[in-house]
């Protein structure tokens, strides 16, 4: 089947719009009729595992970071994560009862077949979540986890993000239950919040003009930084790479306690400031961040929702309202801000955003 833009002026602009959609399916696919979460064959335990190695590359890489958060919150499973460029030439040791899982849209990537192999007879189970279920990486896994995510064309990764995010969330939830952390009302209760995700990620996508207009203020910019912190960490550190891989400017993410130990060294008024703190357990700290910031005459973009951005009080240059959702859920949620800036940020700048310069879709060489 032939694959077009169903309208939007960019393939990245229509994926970032399917996400309500595909979401909703990669729900369905792992949930039964019982409300029960059901995994591929063979299944996994998670109440046989000592530890989780996840690896992957790019935004697939930050779908990792943001599940570690969850498995150990969640599950209180010990989880390594890393790039798998610096995972296969580092030759880490795998302890028993190590579970090995690979992250990859295209499941293609050199690096990350590379790091799956060297797992091969160390790891106790090899699993991959992907969006190409007859990819290399699902072929060499003992377990192949769909995103259901359908093609991806734009080469900057949208949908592919936020449905690696349900599975790896749903995984979190289901280690939780196998392992005893987790009673059957709590399971429920996730996932009816996470059931409610998609009609949420609509309204997000109705802040559309918001992101647009704080995006004017991005493409004059030379530098740009993200902040966040917790779960929020990994979406400034995909929000701050989108921004690089098509607007082509150069944007760094911190996590927020870290702001102190060196980039607060580059605050002035000609570096916009992106906080993302949704009104969570860490939102005082995250804020007091955000005031040290505005203090050096910093532009702070605050992404957060009502009540937090009532809370922050005013100096935000900009504010970016999204709806409330439970803690462990914020980060699909602030997935759409960190591709939305970017992409109108792109737009304004004139890139192309669906090829941009130097980057590929798949990279299959090393
Ligand atoms: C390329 C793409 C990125 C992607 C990364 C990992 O660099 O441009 O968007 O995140 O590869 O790709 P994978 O297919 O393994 O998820």
Redesign the pocket.
């Known amino acids: 089947t032939r694959i077009d833009k169903a309208g939007h002026k960019h393939f990245m602009a229509k994926e970032i719009a399917e996400q309500p959609t595909v979401i909703g399916q990669a729900i369905g696919n792992y949930i039964d009729h019982e409300g029960n979460i059901t995994l591929p064959d063979p299944g996994l335990d998670f109440a046989t595992l000592d530890r989780l190695t996840l690896v992957?590359?790019?935004?697939?890489?930050?779908a990792c970071l943001t599940a570690k958060y969850w498995f150990e919150q969640i599950a209180r499973i010990p989880v390594d994560v890393d790039v798998?460029s610096e995972f296969r030439y580092r030759e880490p040791p795998i302890p028993a009862r190590t579970t090995a899982l690979f992250?990859?849209?295209?499941?293609?990537?050199a690096?990350?077949l590379a790091a799956l192999r060297y797992c091969e007879g160390k790891a106790d189970r090899i699993v991959c979540v992907?969006?190409?279920p007859e990819s290399s990486?699902a072929r060499e896994s003992d377990l192949v986890l769909p995103i259901h995510a359908g093609v991806e064309v734009?080469?900057?990764?949208t949908k592919?993000?936020t449905c690696?995010l349900v599975v790896l969330f749903l995984l979190a939830l289901k280690a939780a239950r196998d392992r005893g952390e987790m009673d059957g009302d709590a399971l429920a209760d996730h996932l009816s919040a996470l059931r409610s995700m998609p009609s949420v990620l609509s309204t997000a996508l109705e802040a559309n003009a918001q992101m647009q207009k704080a995006s004017l203020k991005l493409a004059e910019a030379r530098d740009v930084l993200f902040l966040g912190r917790g779960l929020m960490y990994p979406l400034a550190l995909e929000g701050a790479?989108k921004l690089k891989?098509i607007s082509y400017i150069h944007a760094e993410a911190y996590a927020s306690g870290e702001l102190k130990h060196g980039p607060i060294a580059l605050i002035d008024k000609a570096v916009p400031v992106v906080v993302m703190a949704p009104r969570d357990n860490l939102f005082d700290k995250t804020v007091s961040n955000m005031q040290e910031v505005m203090a050096r005459k910093g532009r702070v973009i605050l992404i957060s929702d009502r009540a937090g951005i009532e809370a922050a009080g005013e100096g935000a240059f900009a504010t970016i309202e999204l709806p409330s959702v439970p803690d462990a859920l914020t980060p699909l949620l602030y997935a759409i801000p960190a591709q939305l800036l970017a992409y109108h940020t792109a737009v304004a700048k004139g890139t192309d955003v669906d090829q941009?310069r130097n980057?590929?879709?798949?990279?299959t060489v090393e």
Not at 103 to 109: A, K
Request: charge should be negative.
């Open positions: 992957a590359c790019g935004t697939a890489y930050y798998a992250v990859s849209q295209s499941g293609e990537t690096d990350t992907v969006n190409v990486i734009g080469v900057a990764s592919a993000f690696q790479l891989e941009p980057l590929a879709k798949s990279v």
